[in-house]
């Protein structure tokens, strides 16, 4: 993440410890195909309950999921036209989020102009972004042995 986004993280985090220590955290899933959608579990459930057991693991930081579900199935990542990414955004831009956990990076955009606009508003509004695929890996390729 981006120099600034770690100021976010920090403005965020100060902000949730002087009002009740709590960080909203929201997920957000993205399926480019409908494929499989119909499914009792699919992509969509396995994405959130990843992100879910990492905002678990951050308890200790009081990172919340919040409840409402941001999912977009069936939707291109090559543009921000998908209904759950609005509400997302309106939920960023009215303060009711602190922090935005996605499965990998590519779930929240394909477009690099387009993750740059995501990320502008995420600084604007002081909210953390975290891939938690990206963290898996950087953890495991500084776990293993040379």
């Not at 195909?33 to 499914?39: A, F, I, K, M, N």
Request: net charge neutral.
């Amino acid at each position: 993440m981006s120099r600034n986004n770690n100021r976010g993280r920090r403005e965020a985090r100060e902000s949730a410890s002087s009002t009740n220590g709590t960080i909203r955290c929201a997920i957000y899933t993205r399926k480019s195909t409908d494929e499989g959608l119909e499914q009792q579990f699919n992509s969509l459930d396995a994405q959130r309950e990843s992100a879910e057991a990492y905002i678990a693991s951050q308890r200790h930081e009081g990172w919340v999921c919040i409840p409402d579900r941001f999912d977009d199935g069936g939707f291109t990542g090559g543009n921000m036209e998908r209904p759950a990414l609005k509400r997302l955004f309106a939920g960023i831009e009215s303060g009711e989020i602190d922090c935005v956990v996605v499965y990998k990076v590519d779930r929240l955009s394909r477009s690099l102009l387009d993750f740059a606009r995501m990320m502008e508003l995420f600084d604007k509004h002081a909210v953390a972004c975290h891939d938690i695929s990206f963290l898996r890996s950087a953890y495991f390729s500084h776990s293993l042995p040379a």
